[in-house]
């Protein structure tokens, strides 16, 4: 009996840890968000990549007990990536939707940041997400051990712009 009892704790306990690693978002949302906010301007469509998406749980998974708090990120060399906290009942989709609506943040005449209060770089989410270079796109999501936020992350090939380069 005893040892039925642990063996029914020991799947308890990873059920509860697959849990935490449902993606709240499919491909095909992470998809549309992106590629509908790209045909406004005129750029390509992006594709879903299975290895950024892979690259993207990873990265989520190693971060998911601090959920990035007071964290900085090195990406790797030759790609662009989007990370956002949200609360854990929102899909990572509503993160994209964040990132998009920095677009109020980006003056196309003078191809700079403008306004975001004390974050003279907020828009640089939304460029990410409508550069023409980028053509491939993986996403992942999880909740944090903290069990109150998501951390959400977007990863695009290849890297967009460069500072002083317009995105489209």
Known sequence: ME????????????LFRFCLFVESSSSAEYLKIHNDERAIV???FLIWDPQLESLAQTFVHNHLVNC???EKVKVSRGLGQNIGR???????????????????????????????????NVCFWYLRIVAKKSTRLG??????????????????????TFIGERPY
């Open 86 to 120: 949200i609360f854990k009942d929102f899909a990572g989709v509503d993160a994209v939707k964040v990132w998009v609506d920095t677009k109020q943040y980006y003056d196309y005449a003078s191809n700079t940041c403008i306004g975001g209060g004390n974050n003279p």
């Open 139 to 160: 996403c992942a999501s999880a909740i944090c051990h903290n069990n109150k936020d998501r951390l959400v992350t977007c990863y695009y090939y290849p890297r967009g």
């Open 68 to 70: 990035m708090e007071g």
């Open 42 to 44: 005129g750029v390509k």
């Open 3 to 14: 040892r039925m009892h642990i063996l029914i704790s020991f799947v308890s306990i990873l």
